[in-house]
């Protein structure tokens, strides 16, 4: 069919103005889905969730299927999957899904082994939980690589393991206290670093492990936030911790990132 020039250029005004309906006006663009059900979450770790190994994107309906399937652990004895407890007894979980349940009504982890145990579905279920009610963002302020900033890290990324230590965390924190200071005063010594995690030992034989998950928009702010899986543990004893952080930034520039933990 021929067209006319004045259908052609009413054409391209309408093709100008759709592409351009959802670039934001301030901050780096970032694709946004007007369909929630169909929103797909970049991975900068792979999900290992059953058999299955989740890399690149993850949309929400894969969250969903993936609630129902079995979560490796690295134990052989099939009772590992009871490592949750009730005043009645052990509770068995084998699934995100299931974990969550026994977690809400009550269950926890008592043991260091049970803690260990936890921590698998902790690292695979928590983020899909956290991205089955967040959004695509339509604005970012993050840079390419967060953990390497060491300077915009603050120290309360360590989570002290008694209230002294807590204490001091927060209180340098409150003082824009980073891990860049640390390292610099020799408290942390770095003994593994990637674009995407980072690893760090503190005088006393406390290690730290931070490693980013996924990005999106968790708050319901519009700017694309990181989610942090961190572990900590002692390298001469038993203690063990496993946990998620939020980190975020809600302006371009140098500063300090805004962190929460989550779990």
């Keep these: 069919m021929i067209k006319s020039q004045s259908s052609i250029a009413w054409l391209s005004c309408l093709m100008l103005l759709s592409a351009c309906a959802n670039f934001p006006t301030s901050g780096m663009p970032v694709d946004s889905s007007p369909n929630p059900s169909a929103a797909a979450f970049e991975l ?15 949309t929400v309906e894969q969250i969903a ?18 490592f949750l407890s009730t005043p009645s007894g052990p509770v068995r979980v084998e699934t995100c899904g299931e974990y969550f349940a026994a977690i809400a009504d009550g269950a926890f982890a008592q043991s260091t082994f049970d803690m260990t145990m936890e ?6 279920c928590n983020p899909l939980k956290y991205l ?21 890290l603050p120290v309360i990324l360590m989570r002290g393991i008694n209230p002294d230590a807590a204490a001091q965390l927060e ?15 020799t408290k942390l010594v770095i003994t593994r670093q990637t674009p995407y995690e980072l690893e760090v030992e503190e005088e006393g034989g406390m290690l730290f492990s931070w490693r980013e998950v996924v990005r999106a928009d968790f708050n319901g702010d519009g700017l694309e936030d990181m989610l942090v899986f961190a572990n900590q543990n002692s390298m001469e004893g038993t203690f063990r911790s496993y946990s998620h952080w939020l980190l975020e930034k809600t302006e371009d520039g140098e500063g300090i990132y805004r962190v929460s933990a989550l779990d």
């Design 44 to 58: 900068r770790s792979p999900l290992q969730i059953g058999d299955r190994v989740v890399e690149g994107s993850i």
């Design 65 to 82: 299927e993936l609630m129902g399937e079995k979560i490796p652990l690295g134990a052989d004895d099939p009772k590992a999957y009871e």
């Design 119 to 124: 921590g698998f579905f902790k690292r695979a």
């Design 132 to 152: 089955q009610s967040a959004t695509v963002p339509t604005q970012s302020y993050l840079p390419e690589f967060v953990l390497t900033d060491f300077d915009a």
């Design 171 to 185: 209180e340098d924190t409150a003082q824009g206290v980073t891990l860049a200071d640390y390292i610099a005063n």
